[in-house]
Nanobody, 115 residues
Framework: QVQLVESGGGLVQPGGSLRLSCAASGFTFRNYDMEWYRQAPGKQRDLVARITSLGTTTSADSVKGRFTVSRDNAKNTVYLQMNSLKPEDTAVYYC?????????WGQGTQVTVSS
């Protein structure tokens, strides 16, 4: 079955960096677009970044120039490099894949940006 496991979250000061990882299994990873979402308390879950199966990336305006999504098909893993973090980036971050019209989510990893 499809499994997505996020890791790499934590507490970081404003201006700091974190790299999130999402390890995927149960499907042919290289064939699928992968996405990162985040959800802050009391807010909806928003798309942060997407990387297609061909490696094309897009990101939300709020993170452009600070966050970079990448993937390693040999390791079945997608990454989110987050630099110049701001308090408003505080959220639970989730990776997502849509396979056969069904959305799959990991358990999420908490990112807290605070001094």
């Amino acid at each position: 079955q499809v499994q997505l496991v996020e890791s790499g979250g934590g507490l970081v000061q404003p201006g700091g960096s974190l790299r999130l990882s999402c390890a995927a299994s149960g499907f042919t990873f290289r064939n699928y677009d992968m996405e990162w979402y985040r959800q802050a308390p009391g807010k909806q879950r928003d798309l942060v970044a997407r990387i297609t199966s061909l490696g094309t990336t897009t990101s939300a305006d709020s993170v452009k120039g600070r966050f970079t999504v990448s993937r390693d098909n040999a390791k079945n893993t997608v990454y989110l490099q987050m630099n110049s973090l701001k308090p408003e980036d505080t959220a639970v971050y989730y990776c997502n894949v849509t396979r056969r019209l069904q959305d799959y989510w990991g358990q999420g990893t908490q990112v807290t940006v605070s001094s």
